[in-house]
């Protein structure tokens, strides 16, 4: 579908983003919002009850870098387009390929295993959540416990069909549908939450401690990391160059979605905070509606987050571009996949805090700054030489001198390296012994 479709970085924005034109920035900004948002309504109320007031620092702190690393992760891929003509056209998985043009084949491999996992992951805990959700809902409107392992079945088989969209700009109506549902959706939750003011008096907060406030920070990166779909989205732009503002818009209406549930939660509920805030006592009606719009918008992102993940599988099983079964067989293998996994895995809150503490904490803060910085110093003769074919695409490190980047913007990205490496390592190693040393919870189908 998108083999005859080369995205130029001229004409007009439309109101509507058409398949021959690309994504204009307002849409391309609702997928942003639409593939990140939802799961961290859900979960970082709790995140920063273990994290203490520091957490509200940090979802701010989070917004803010992963706007500018989201930035210049899109910068990076424009500079690759310009030196590699190949690229202008549809690429099926730009950030492996930022991965080797900087570091070869490894940082393809490297980068490619992240994405899979961080993205497969996401899909799993959006499924879980909706089931979860659903499951809830019925309970509540009919009195009938249906199993949440069979409502785990029903959603992956409606979701199924939905799944075999070409790329983003085949489907735009789901980001926009995303994004307005978890809009209402944290309007209504902060009524909500306010209407529970007094409910838990005196209020008391968990005590700090170090793995579970790395828990909580791998779950804050969770709630921001939508990194390894964004070359994607830059990709089907109508301007790739305006994905930057793009990036800029979506953050800062996803920050507006988190901080202020997060800071009423965390003054209303105290400890008392349900991993799933949906899931806190006193329901009611209002409590119902927002689980629906949530639901919707966990079923639309998770359109949003599998394509990308699908996309790159489909480019090393070869799979036509153009729509055809071998994709529908191929993508419905995915889902039967992410299926076996939830009913594998039947709680939410271990997959959360694993991926965002190891790769989305890669592909978010590292990945970024580092592409960036190697394709920003390589040298104008080495690049001359890669492009005639006489130099090998791995590109090195030249002298400061010959960088064209400003002091200021070099420590700036290597602060944020070492700083996601510390403290993804610490989230990781929290994550992990947290799974070892917690009771299982049965898979569905034991």
Known sequence: MMADNQLSDSGSH?????????????????????EIAGSGVLA??????????????LIVACALLSSYTGSILGQAWLIVRERYPEYKKHCPNPYPVLGEKTFGKKGRYVVSFSINFTLFGVSTVFLLLAAENIEDLIEDWT??????????????????PLTWFGTPVDFWPVAVGATLATAVACILLIVKVALDEGTYDPISHSKTEFEPFFMAFG??????????????????????????WAVTLGYLIVMLMYLPISTIAYFV??????????????????????????????LLGLLIV??????????????????????????????????????????????????????VTLLAYICPSLFYLKLRTVRQQDM????????????????????????????????????????????????????ISSSFSKPCYV
């Open 143 to 160: 009195g009938t416990d249906l199993s949440f392992c069979v409502w785990l079945v029903i959603l992956a088989a409606g979701i199924c």
């Open 306 to 359: 599998i394509n990308p993940f699908c996309q790159e599988l489909e480019s090393y099983a070869r799979v036509p571009k153009e729509f055809s079964w071998k994709r529908c067989v191929f993508r419905s293998v995915v889902v039967a996949f992410i299926l076996f996994m939830a009913e594998t895995i039947p709680t939410f809150g271990a997959i959360l805090s694993l991926v965002g503490g190891s790769t």
């Open 269 to 298: 509920y105290g400890k008392n905070v349900n991993p799933n805030i949906l899931l806190m006592p006193n329901s009611g009606a209002l409590n119902q509606v927002v689980e629906v719009m949530i639901t919707l918008h966990l």
């Open 14 to 34: 439309g109101p509507i983003p058409m398949h021959a034109s690309g994504l204009s920035i307002p849409f391309a900004a609702f997928f942003i919002v639409g």
């Open 219 to 244: 779950t804050i990166v969770f709630a921001f990391g939508g990194h390894p779909a964004f070359p994607t989205f830059q990709t089907d732009m109508k301007r790739p160059s305006d994905f930057k």
């Open 384 to 435: 001359v030489e890669i492009i005639n074919g006489n130099k090998d695409d791995s590109l090195s490190l030249p002298n400061e001198e010959n960088s064209g980047l400003p002091l200021w913007v070099k420590v700036m990205n290597i602060e944020i390296i070492l700083l996601g490496a510390v403290a993804g390592i610490a989230s990781t190693y929290s994550a992990i012994k947290s799974i």
């Open 44 to 57: 970082l109320p709790k995140a920063i009850d273990d994290s203490g007031w520091i957490g509200l620092v």
